[in-house]
């Protein structure tokens, strides 16, 4: 018997450790990293006052939850500020733009001081939203309207609608129509709203 010699050989052991080395061989798939969340969902907390020097009447939104206060010097508005979005949007929209682009806005409407949300914006995949609680000093007339919350708000009308902004993206107003005050407000640790 005669064994293969030279070019013969070199090649058969060549194709028998390759053919070898491909047998115990797993396929390496490169999965990409998954991408940084763009949405961070949750809710944000916040309080303000309105001074109350003068007022007869102060009309809030239909779903606000008005009650009674004995401190006669301000309304206080206490504000859960929402973010629950499944979208996917262009750019981050986190908790800091819930907390900077939603809030309250005041005009005066006569005798009456008119306050609405502003910033709300929704869509199929979720969106923004304010829950209000509102302490009324007692001897102030109240009243409650559909049409002072929501996207359609009032204080949204020709507002500067929002995209990328230094607070992440936004989909609503980031600032009330011209008309209308910004109320100014801070974090609630106590999350009143709740």
Not at 32 to 60: I, M, S, W
């Amino acid at each position: 018997m005669r064994f293969a010699s030279g070019p013969l050989l070199k090649f058969l052991v060549y194709a028998a450790v390759s053919l070898a080395g491909c047998e115990g061989e797993k396929p390496q798939v490169k999965v990409a990293a998954e991408p940084p969340a763009l949405v961070e969902n949750g809710t944000v907390y916040e309080r303000a006052r309105v001074d109350a020097q003068g007022l007869v009447k102060v009309v809030f939104p239909k779903d606000a939850v008005v009650r009674r206060t004995h401190a006669p010097e301000a309304i206080q508005l206490f504000m859960a500020k929402e973010l629950q979005f499944f979208g996917h949007p262009p750019a981050a929209i986190n908790l800091r733009s819930a907390r900077a682009y939603l809030g309250c806005a005041t005009r005066k409407d006569g005798r009456a001081l008119l306050v609405a949300t502003y910033g709300e914006w929704g869509s199929k995949e979720g969106g923004a939203r304010i829950r209000l609680l509102v302490l009324v000093p007692e001897g102030i007339e109240t009243e409650q309207r559909d049409e002072l919350s929501g996207p359609e708000s009032p204080a949204n009308h020709g507002a500067e609608l929002s995209s990328a902004g230094p607070d992440g993206y936004w989909y609503g107003a980031k600032a009330p129509a011209k008309d209308w005050t910004a109320v100014s407000s801070s974090p609630d640790p106590q999350k009143t709203a709740e």
